[in-house]
């Protein structure tokens, strides 16, 4: 998708090593979101950020750390993966904060926990 | 939780027909959203439509927003194989700005 790309697109790992999640953005945009699909629930938000070094938790935060130090690249960290958190997950940007804007997701990564 | 819900879950037309979707939604909002995914790639934003609007059009999508029924239907006309794909809402409203999605529905437009 334009503007927004995260890497890597598909990741096998073992349950309780550490994983990241890497999202890169080329439109300058302040807001940024982390969410993962899975059947039958949806797309839920795990965490998101307003702003450099500035972020906070979603509905599925339990698990999952963030960081943002550039305003392009918002980081996924899976500290201790487990087979859980097998899933896809997608990174959304937006160009203003309230949802007054319809948001860009990514491709999407393909995660399996094993 | 205001996340929308999506019906039906799952609807299959044929090519040119018509196919309406509804969302339906638990509480107050600022706006509500819908987007198309097609199969193994990310969502796409097709149309934002706020509380004080009652329809928008673009293209060959309509989205009618009901505030006092908390409810919302994208309608697509002349439906083509390329329209085959999960359509979800998404909410945002009250103190929570961020956006909440439904669970889709999956549309199969046969040729």
């Known amino acids: 998708d334009a503007g927004i790309t995260q890497s890597p697109r598909h990741k096998v790992t073992e349950t309780g090593t550490p994983v990241t999640l890497r999202c890169h953005q080329t439109e300058n945009h302040r807001y940024m979101y982390w969410y993962r699909q899975d059947p039958g629930h949806g797309l839920r938000l795990i965490h998101y950020s307003y702003g450099v070094k500035d972020t906070d938790k979603g509905e599925v935060s339990d698990g999952y750390s963030v960081s943002r130090s550039k305003t392009e690249d918002f980081l996924l960290t899976l500290e201790s993966a487990t087979s859980s958190q097998t899933s896809v997950y997608f990174c959304?940007?937006?160009?203003?904060?309230?949802?007054?804007?319809?948001?860009?997701f990514g491709s999407g990564t393909r995660l399996t926990v094993v | 939780s205001q996340q929308g819900e999506e019906d039906p879950q799952a609807l299959s037309i044929q090519e040119g027909e018509n196919a309406t979707m509804n969302c339906s939604y638990k509480?107050?909002?600022?706006?509500l959203q819908w987007y198309r995914q097609n199969s193994g790639r990310g969502l796409v934003h097709l149309i934002l439509i706020r509380s004080n609007e009652r329809e928008k059009h673009s293209g060959r999508l309509r989205v009618t927003l009901d505030t006092s029924k908390k409810s919302s239907s994208l309608l697509i006309t002349a439906s083509r194989a390329a329209d085959t794909a999960s359509y979800f809402c998404a909410t945002a409203g009250g103190s929570n700005y961020k956006l909440t999605f439904g669970k889709g529905t999956l549309l199969t437009v046969n040729p």
């Open positions: 959304a940007i937006s160009e203003g904060g309230r949802a007054n804007y319809g948001y860009t």
């Open positions: 509480t107050s909002i600022n706006n």
